[in-house]
């Protein structure tokens, strides 16, 4: 997983600005199924606490979320 792709996704999570997974990944370069695999890792190995709103079409922290990104 490449870092920078992750600290990236983290800001749109952030401020609820992801849109839709296509839209997301047209942000950020990849493939839809690129972001799935993202998203599945930050929620499996980092802990993150992401959900998506199907009403809004946009991924959410569902509580406070300080990923940590330091070795």
Not at 16 to 23: A, F, I, L, M, N
Request: hydrophobic share 30%; charged share 30%; glycine share 6%.
């Amino acid at each position: 997983m490449d870092i920078r792709i992750i600290k990236r996704l983290h800001d749109f999570v952030i401020t609820e600005r992801t849109g839709t997974p296509k839209e997301l990944a047209l942000k950020l370069g990849l493939s839809e199924r690129s972001v799935y695999n993202y998203i599945s890792y930050m929620k499996n190995e980092m802990n993150a606490p992401i959900t998506y709103d199907n009403q809004k079409g946009n991924y959410f922290y569902k509580r406070v979320c300080e990923l940590n990104f330091e070795g």
